[in-house]
């Protein structure tokens, strides 16, 4: 995400979306009302190749990625150029249009290019904010000392563009599965009663798909093994559709050994109708028995393979989680599994906010209640680290 104040360095901005898109970087661009003064939308909307967004309260922008969305959509956010007004801004966590507000929601790392007169640069009160914001964590890149635009010479010019690509490139590029293989399952199954009916779950796959994305973005090679789900399928990943538990099962347990993770993040039935009827089953009388036989366990089957994956189990309950889980773990011979409440008022099911318990053989760590998507993103740190310490053991 990258943030466009009013600045004159705010041209240089428009090379800096075209480096971040040539390194296969997605960009998305805000600007303040006064960085439209210096530079119009459409050169940042031609170059990224997305819309620009520039209002806070537009209904027609809040409704296609308000600011709470583009705050959780960014991997990053970078202004460049950074004022002295915005930095200023910031530093008191104001939110009064959609750059500040959404800097104020976004839990990824922040990055600023300030560009500003040296004098407002050497400005105490400059500083002081400036030190007030990286105690918060917030990076800096530049200012660079020169010739300036207002025929001043000083610190205060921004970076380079070169220089923030190469600054911003440099600390995303964590990829803790670097050329791993990664096969997810995700979604509920439907087991068939005739050819109209079936038996299903609340499982909206957005766990799985959340998890597909994080593996993908940490540099893995996904295969993603989807029940029915309405989601828009992940990008560059390579993806199976099926329906019933037997189907998901034909596609995952005999390649699983070629994967160095299988993660079974899907709502598998543990039933199906014994007997699928060919015709649709008729009416008859006050009650219907359905009996119903056991399905494969596909995790286990996983689990017991001669050359296993790293497999990671999901374990969603709704009573007495952490005894439930860590048995599930034991018997089904899994390395982890990752535990969470359904049922209950928030996170679980068809939620897109979730929170889990991972448990290892020697461990465990609580992950507390996010958006499934930086939740996915933990959850690959900590399968990576596993993955790391048990191929060193
Ligand atoms: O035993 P339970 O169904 O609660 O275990 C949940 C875990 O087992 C999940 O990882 C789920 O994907 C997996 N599972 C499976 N095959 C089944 C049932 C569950 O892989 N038939």
Known sequence: MLGVCGGIAAYKSAELVRLLKKRGIEVRVVMT????????????????????????????EENAMGHINLARWADAVVIAPATANMIAKLSCGLADDLLSTLSLAAECPIYLAPAMN??????????????????????????????QACGETGLGRMAEAETICAALTESTSDKPLLNKKVLISAGPTRE????????????????????????????????LISG???????????????????????????????????????????????????????????????????????VASVAALEHKPFVVGFAAETDDLENYAKNKMLSKNLDMIAANWVGGKQGGFDSDLN???????????DLAMTDKRHLAEQLIRLIAARLNEKNTA
């Open 33 to 60: 009302e006064s960085a439209k003064q210096f530079v119009t939308p459409l050169t940042f909307q031609a170059l990224s190749g997305n819309p620009v967004h520039s209002r806070l309260l537009d209904a027609d």
């Open 118 to 147: 040296q004098a407002m640069w050497r400005k105490a009160v400059t500083r002081e904010n400036i030190a007030r914001l990286q105690s918060h964590g917030v990076h800096l890149i530049g200012p660079e000392a020169g010739d």
């Open 192 to 223: 068939a009663l005739d050819p109209v009916r079936y038996i299903s779950n609340r499982s909206s796959g957005k766990m799985g798909y959340a998890i597909a994305n994080a593996a993908k973005k940490a540099g893995a090679l996904v295969t």
């Open 228 to 298: 029915p789900v309405n989601l828009q399928p992940p990008g560059d990943i390579e993806i199976v559709n099926v329906e019933s538990a037997e189907q998901m099962y034909d596609a995952i347990v005999p390649r699983a050994q070629d994967f160095d993770i299988y993660i079974g993040a899907a709502a598998v039935a543990d039933y199906r109708p014994a007997d699928v009827r060919a015709q649709k089953i008729k009416k008859q009388g006050e009650e219907s028995v359905i009996k119903l036989q056991r399905n494969p366990d596909i």
């Open 355 to 365: 929170a889990l318990k991972v448990f290892w053989r020697h461990g465990q760590k």
